[in-house]
């Protein structure tokens, strides 16, 4: 990924953290993992997810904030290691990726079952998850409608 990529993949991360926070959740950042390679350079690797929003009622969600410059969102794009993560919690909570679709500026949540069937030919557009809203005007709370209410312990 290009430096120009990375750039506003981050400036994405933090404006959602400071946009979630103004929805009312709690937001706990994932720290960044990696391995040591050698004795002085440490590499990082992509964690199981950005976030963990919690929301006023105790309900949680995991994250992973994307953004793309295209008009859909490409199988190349999707960690297949973060998707059995979020497999292994998608029972219990809402999980999966958050996309900004830049040429639209729009954000849309693609819960995990969703990326998990996508195939390498394939794509997802903004259509095709759950359309959270143009930046600033984003309903986060809109993901944590993934999980049926009576699905809550």
């Given amino acids: 990924m290009g430096h120009k ?3 506003n993949g981050k400036s994405f991360e933090s404006a959602f953290h400071v946009m979630a926070n103004l929805c009312g959740f709690k937001v706990k950042p994932i720290p960044t993992m990696g391995r040591w390679m050698g004795s002085n350079l440490f590499k990082p690797i992509p964690g199981w997810s950005d ?6 009622d105790g309900r949680s969600a ?3 904030c994307k953004s793309t410059i295209e008009t859909a969102f490409s199988y190349s794009k999707v960690n297949q290691d973060q998707i059995a993560f979020f497999q ?3 029972d219990l909570c809402p999980a999966g990726y958050v996309v900004y679709f830049v040429p639209f500026n729009t954000v849309v949540f ?3 079952q969703k990326l998990q069937a996508l195939r390498p030919e394939e794509s997802l557009g903004p259509d ?10 984003l ?7 993934v ?3 009576d699905q809550v312990a």
Avoid: H, N, T
């Fill in 128 to 137: 095709a998850g759950i359309v959270l809203g143009k930046i600033p005007a």
């Fill in 5 to 7: 990529a990375q750039a």
């Fill in 88 to 90: 292994s919690v998608g």
């Fill in 139 to 145: 309903r986060i709370q809109d993901i944590m409608g």
């Fill in 110 to 112: 693609y819960e995990w």
């Fill in 147 to 149: 999980i049926k209410r």
């Fill in 62 to 64: 995991f994250v992973d």
């Fill in 51 to 56: 976030f963990m929003l919690i929301a006023q």
